[in-house]
C-alpha cells in the first residue's frame, strides 16, 4: 500500500531564508509526483510535476527533486517570500489501472517579514 | 477552456438535507476524480471516471454518497442526509490519460458545511 509522508508537518522561517521541504512515499510504482500549494480555506494550486522518468523540475524560486529508487523528493524553495506562506502538499500518482493521486498531509509554511 | 469549475463554491447545509456538487472538467479529458478533503488533512479519494463509467469508488464512499458523469463530460456527486461529519472541502480533478502520461488539474473546490 502506497504511503505518503511529509516532514516537517510545520516550519516557520524568517524572509529570505532558502528552505526545503520532504516528501517520502513507500512504493516507487509511480508515474508522477507533483507538489502542490494550498491557501487557507482554498483549493489546490499546481507547483511543480516530476515525471517518473524525470530528476528535477524548476519554476521559478521553486526546484523540486524526484529519487525514486528511495522513495524521496524534496521541494527547494529559494529566497523565501512571505507570500510563500501556504501549506505544500506533495502527491504521487499510482502506477496502474486505477490512477489515484496519493497525498501526504502536506508541510504548513509560515515566512515572517 | 481555463480549467476545471466547480459549482458552488461554498455550501451550508442543514444536517439531514441533501446537497449536489457540479463538476465541469476541461473539455476532451476522458478522466474526472472526486476527492474529500477536511480540515489539517491531505485529500482523500474518493471515486474515479473514465468517460461515463465510473471506475472505482473508495470504501469513504458510504451509500449516502453518489456520483454520476452521465454523458462523460460534467459530473455530480450528491450526499444525502448530510451529517456533520460531512463537513469539507470537495474537490475535483480532470485528467487526459495518453499510455503513462496523466495529469491530474484540480477545481477550486466546494467547501461544505454542515450544521
Known amino acids: 500500500k502506497q504511503e505518503v509522508t511529509q516532514i516537517p508537518a510545520a516550519l516557520s522561517v524568517p524572509e529570505g531564508e532558502n528552505l526545503v521541504l520532504n516528501c517520502s512515499f513507500t512504493?516507487?510504482?509511480?508515474?508522477?509526483l507533483q507538489w502542490f500549494r494550498q491557501d487557507p480555506g482554498k483549493g489546490l494550486t499546481s507547483l511543480l510535476l516530476i515525471q517518473s522518468s524525470q530528476r528535477e523540475q524548476t519554476s521559478g524560486r521553486l526546484n523540486a527533486s524526484l529519487d525514486k529508487s528511495s522513495g524521496r523528493s524534496t521541494l527547494y524553495i529559494a529566497a523565501s517570500q512571505p507570500g510563500d506562506s501556504a501549506t505544500y502538499l506533495c502527491a504521487v500518482l499510482r502506477a496502474g489501472n486505477n490512477r489515484k493521486l496519493i497525498w501526504g498531509l502536506g508541510t504548513s509554511l509560515a515566512v515572517n517579514p | 477552456d481555463t480549467g476545471v469549475s466547480q459549482d458552488p463554491r461554498h455550501k451550508i447545509t442543514k444536517r439531514g438535507q441533501n446537497v449536489t456538487f457540479r463538476c465541469d472538467p476541461i473539455s476532451e479529458h476522458n478522466r474526472l476524480y472526486w476527492y474529500r478533503q477536511t480540515l489539517g488533512q491531505g485529500p482523500e479519494f474518493l471515486t474515479y471516471f473514465q468517460n461515463e463509467a465510473q471506475l472505482e469508488k473508495s470504501r469513504l464512499l458510504s451509500d449516502r454518497f453518489s456520483a454520476e458523469r452521465p454523458k462523460g463530460s460534467f459530473s455530480t456527486l450528491e450526499i444525502q442526509r448530510t451529517e456533520q461529519g460531512d463537513s469539507a472541502m470537495y474537490l475535483c480533478a480532470s485528467s487526459l490519460v495518453r499510455g503513462v502520461a496523466d495529469t491530474q488539474y484540480f477545481g477550486p473546490g466546494t467547501r461544505l458545511t454542515v450544521l
Open positions: 512504493d516507487s510504482a509511480i508515474y508522477n
